[in-house]
């Protein structure tokens, strides 16, 4: 006897019934077309790597998160995101790659994080990353939106909006103001939301920020308006700070080829609030947030950086990137219930075919799959109700039956699933009518 | 001083550069393409399971081989096949999926074997089963060769053998024999090609098979010629066991529905050599060779099980699938040269930009990537030589320079990188040229 163990998947890993996974590949797919489209080139790396490269960095949180064990003598780690094997990946095959090094990575990565609803432990990152060897012009900042846009229209959103920033801007502001813990103060004013202006500023005085300091620093974050109306603002805090005219110029470099480009004026917006990834990013910032669904927050962000490498290598490699973190989103859009729950299908037709008719019935499914239908063919014996029922659970829109008299007449009668209506149809006339 | 870490992978890991990523890729969704033109569904499984489900059914290599850890309290294992969790996904989601069950997967699994050429631990598997709920027709088995015929195929192979068998009929024959032991005289057997006959029927005799019993496997294992041919010398053995009877008739009937198919009779035969995976199928089994190239060994497999999850359920799975390990296969296709060294590229045209074109450049970019054009601008700034060697480096096929002159009168020259010809044309044009 056979000892029997009850079959499930751990906490915190997702997976989806073949209806769902079918709207899931199609979004992954959607992603992947256009990262293609705008020039990037796919790698693939391993989910496993050697632990002192992965966490050359070190830090924290990460090291906590990861997957870690040992076999044989190789102390091995699961990766956690597709930067870090980036990073590697650039340094480890410099010679061989072309810079600006345009890539897209599609992967899932592992983080033992606690489980909880919406928080995955595997789950896909869909990634694009521009690497310039030694320098990378601005330019490139301003392509991000741009993919980010036609994949979040092609997936069918109207409204989004993608909120842009720069670094230099919020810290040439603070270094005009002389405040030196600019972390805490960030952390202080990203609050601004949730707990409002006057208690920001409460906070900020008891973290040592003058009165004044800290009536500029409301004036800076309370500006907002089309792009044109903040830099204005921008320009009218007069501030002297050379980074922050830097970042300010870039930005402003940025919405104009944002614009060059086509993207709708709706879809992108100058958004001071954005500070991201706080020791990470140096210059530009993104975040991409639904307008109708404010509490799925960001789908998808990333930014500019000055060295993708320095735990490899003493060259500078600056880069621009984001990031879709595609499970999170897809499980969001389906608790939203934004994703409806669609019927779809791969399958164009299920052919039945009567008791003596198989060979007939297979000659029926290769004509019309040489033709471009996609077919299952019923192949088990059971009742005509089930194997009608076989296609409505799998959402199949058509079946036809295969008898004596349509393999003599060469007409066949195709069903179709929802309404019911039947129609007496040749081959090519069935392929007219599927395409 | 950021501490440097040397950038490299585990041994064992396949990675590839991008131009053998985009042919690796392409072969992917060669595969992917026509396992859902053939109505199979997409899975995707988390690559960690619990160990204590991944080992249910226990056994020597698999568990020395997997790589198995500890995060909290749990014991976990990353996947080393698509099978354990097609039977576990099956018998968890049982009651939401219709059967019979067809699904594809396509996905890493991980094995930690001894690092060897051609050998990765880290590979991934391209799987289709069909698994019917206490029973399966023979017509599923009939439709496996199928989909191997379109997939080798489309991947530009004309000279394939899918080689067919029967586990039944080996097993009833070696039962009317009364040999008892069966895979060990399988084994002896398999060896035929290596050691010739003299060899094997010695070692037959050594592992106590009589000398008329060794002529008779002798005999069997001879038959050779057309698939009717076989059929008639299966026959002419007169053999009254009723496992053989069952074996010989299903082999029949899939020979007869792979001809209905349509494919093409140089690439499928039945061959009683092949026994594959001497205790998993129980009837029909494939083996997948390229003609030209003996020495890459199968390069698709698989069969018939009676049942796919009995350490997971009482209910009775039976199933056929195929594999193919799209890693080593890959691999090998391009160490044997078969893969050619095309150079292959997802983009058609590098737009360069002079220096004050670059407003100009963009909307060029973006007008051609509108109509489906894939383009990379160059971004950076650089000598002319240097730019034009970015679009060979990368293998790009085309590039525009756009300059004052171009933007004035809209023509644009379209530089074939290849042959060096220049032709001035709209924007209309190049999109004509380019399709």
């Given at each position: 006897m056979t000892q029997i163990v009850k079959p499930s998947t751990l906490p915190g890993f997702m997976e989806l019934l073949p209806q769902d996974q079918?709207?899931?590949n199609e979004m992954l797919d959607t992603i992947r077309r256009n990262y293609e489209k705008h020039g990037f080139l796919p790698i693939d790396t391993p989910a496993i790597e050697k632990s002192e490269v992965l966490l050359a960095k070190g830090g924290g949180e990460t090291e906590k998160q990861i997957y870690r064990?040992?076999?044989?003598?190789t102390d091995m780690s699961l990766r956690f995101d597709l930067t870090v094997p980036l990073a590697r990946y650039t340094v480890e095959h410099f010679h061989e790659l072309s810079f600006p090094f345009r890539r897209y990575h599609i992967g899932k990565v592992y983080r033992g994080e606690k489980a909880q609803k919406g928080r995955f432990r595997e789950f896909y990152q869909c990634d694009i990353d521009v690497i310039g060897n030694e320098k990378l012009a601005?330019?490139?900042d301003a392509e991000m939106p741009v993919v980010i846009y036609h994949i979040f229209k092609e997936l069918g959103f109207d409204n989004f909006t993608i909120r842009l920033n720069n670094r230099k801007i919020l810290n040439g502001f603070y270094s005009e103001l002389q405040i030196e813990d600019t972390v805490s103060v960030l952390r202080t004013v990203d609050k601004i939301d949730k707990i409002g202006k006057a208690a920001v500023k409460k906070e900020l005085e008891e973290n040592g920020v003058s009165s004044e300091a800290a009536d500029r620093i409301l004036e800076f974050i309370s500006i907002d308006g089309s792009n044109k109306e903040i830099f204005e603002a921008l320009e009218g805090l007069n501030v002297a700070d050379e980074k922050f005219n830097e970042g300010l110029l870039e930005l402003k470099k940025i919405v104009e080829f944002i614009e060059a480009y086509g993207?709708?004026?709706k879809n992108y917006k100058v958004d001071l609030k954005i500070a991201r990834g706080l020791d990470y990013y140096t210059g530009t910032v993104y975040e991409t947030t639904l307008d109708d669904y404010p509490k799925v927050g960001s789908v998808c962000s990333g930014g500019r950086y000055d060295n993708l490498a320095n735990n490899y290598t003493d060259k500078k490699l600056p880069g621009v990137g984001i990031s879709i973190g595609l499970s999170r989103l897809f499980y969001q859009l389906n608790e939203a219930?934004?994703?409806?729950a669609e019927k779809k299908s791969l399958v164009d037709v299920l052919v039945i075919?009567?008791?003596d008719q198989m060979i007939d019935a297979i000659k029926l499914v290769s004509e019309l799959r040489e033709k471009g239908v996609s077919i299952v063919l019923y192949t088990e014996q059971a009742k005509m109700g089930k194997k009608f029922k076989y296609a409505d659970n799998l959402d199949i829109p058509y079946t036809i039956v295969v008898g004596e008299e349509e393999v003599k007449t060469k007409k066949y009668a195709l069903k179709n699933m929802t309404t019911g209506d039947q129609e007496e149809l040749s081959v090519d006339?069935?392929?007219?009518?599927l395409k």
């Amino acid at each position: 006897m056979t000892q029997i163990v009850k079959p499930s998947t751990l906490p915190g890993f997702m997976e989806l019934l073949p209806q769902d996974q079918i709207l899931f590949n199609e979004m992954l797919d959607t992603i992947r077309r256009n990262y293609e489209k705008h020039g990037f080139l796919p790698i693939d790396t391993p989910a496993i790597e050697k632990s002192e490269v992965l966490l050359a960095k070190g830090g924290g949180e990460t090291e906590k998160q990861i997957y870690r064990f040992q076999k044989g003598d190789t102390d091995m780690s699961l990766r956690f995101d597709l930067t870090v094997p980036l990073a590697r990946y650039t340094v480890e095959h410099f010679h061989e790659l072309s810079f600006p090094f345009r890539r897209y990575h599609i992967g899932k990565v592992y983080r033992g994080e606690k489980a909880q609803k919406g928080r995955f432990r595997e789950f896909y990152q869909c990634d694009i990353d521009v690497i310039g060897n030694e320098k990378l012009a601005i330019e490139n900042d301003a392509e991000m939106p741009v993919v980010i846009y036609h994949i979040f229209k092609e997936l069918g959103f109207d409204n989004f909006t993608i909120r842009l920033n720069n670094r230099k801007i919020l810290n040439g502001f603070y270094s005009e103001l002389q405040i030196e813990d600019t972390v805490s103060v960030l952390r202080t004013v990203d609050k601004i939301d949730k707990i409002g202006k006057a208690a920001v500023k409460k906070e900020l005085e008891e973290n040592g920020v003058s009165s004044e300091a800290a009536d500029r620093i409301l004036e800076f974050i309370s500006i907002d308006g089309s792009n044109k109306e903040i830099f204005e603002a921008l320009e009218g805090l007069n501030v002297a700070d050379e980074k922050f005219n830097e970042g300010l110029l870039e930005l402003k470099k940025i919405v104009e080829f944002i614009e060059a480009y086509g993207v709708d004026e709706k879809n992108y917006k100058v958004d001071l609030k954005i500070a991201r990834g706080l020791d990470y990013y140096t210059g530009t910032v993104y975040e991409t947030t639904l307008d109708d669904y404010p509490k799925v927050g960001s789908v998808c962000s990333g930014g500019r950086y000055d060295n993708l490498a320095n735990n490899y290598t003493d060259k500078k490699l600056p880069g621009v990137g984001i990031s879709i973190g595609l499970s999170r989103l897809f499980y969001q859009l389906n608790e939203a219930k934004i994703i409806e729950a669609e019927k779809k299908s791969l399958v164009d037709v299920l052919v039945i075919p009567m008791d003596d008719q198989m060979i007939d019935a297979i000659k029926l499914v290769s004509e019309l799959r040489e033709k471009g239908v996609s077919i299952v063919l019923y192949t088990e014996q059971a009742k005509m109700g089930k194997k009608f029922k076989y296609a409505d659970n799998l959402d199949i829109p058509y079946t036809i039956v295969v008898g004596e008299e349509e393999v003599k007449t060469k007409k066949y009668a195709l069903k179709n699933m929802t309404t019911g209506d039947q129609e007496e149809l040749s081959v090519d006339e069935i392929v007219e009518k599927l395409k």
